[in-house]
């Protein structure tokens, strides 16, 4: 197993405080919510799966779970325009919608994915994101925040890099010689 952790250059966010927040949000978004009906989370694919399946174990109002898939980065690490490559099963319109994100880092993604999601008329848009990067200029409101994290690649706990390290269960910082050529 320790072959496996070479890449990274130090683990930012254990287990166990991952499993700590999750249950914390959780509490949190049960009580902003209680009384006001049933939820969809909408995760987003792929980083979000993880977070979303924790978060919603520990909800104790009703919910249930759809998901989205998006894609700003392309073949690169360079942000460029978002497009729906997967979008909801079920319609919207007048119900709580609570969007669940792995990570904003520019923030285009769930600016971009709100405005679409506003347009079908929900009771309410809230964000629950697992994590943002501080040192980035974001106005991107967030809801429900998991961690701020410094402005580097991470990955483990859904994030990845070429579809890698997603299923660690911390978030670890990436070596750059493992994504700079």
Not at 137 to 160: E, K, M, Q, R, S
Request: negative net charge.
């Amino acid at each position: 197993m320790e072959n496996l952790y070479h890449e990274f250059e130090r683990i930012l966010v254990t287990e166990e405080q991952i499993q700590s927040r999750v249950r914390e949000l959780a509490a949190e978004i049960s009580e902003d919510y209680r009384g006001k009906g049933s939820i969809v989370l909408i995760g987003i694919l792929k980083g979000s799966f993880m977070f979303t399946a924790d978060l919603a174990r520990h909800l104790t109002i009703p919910h249930y779970i759809d998901f989205m898939a998006l894609s700003s980065y392309g073949n690169s690490a360079v942000s460029g325009a978002v497009r729906i490559l997967l979008d909801l099963r079920a319609d919207i319109y007048q119900k709580h919608v609570l969007i669940i994100e792995d990570i904003v880092d520019s923030g285009h993604t769930i600016d971009y994915l709100y405005t679409v999601l506003k347009t079908r008329k929900p009771a309410s848009i809230k964000t629950c994101v697992l994590t943002r990067k501080v040192d980035k200029a974001i106005n991107t409101p967030i809801d429900y925040l998991g961690f701020d994290i410094p402005d580097v690649w991470v990955v483990g706990y859904g994030l990845d890099f070429a579809e890698r390290h997603r299923t660690w269960p911390f978030i670890a910082e990436l070596k750059k010689d493992a994504y700079q050529d």
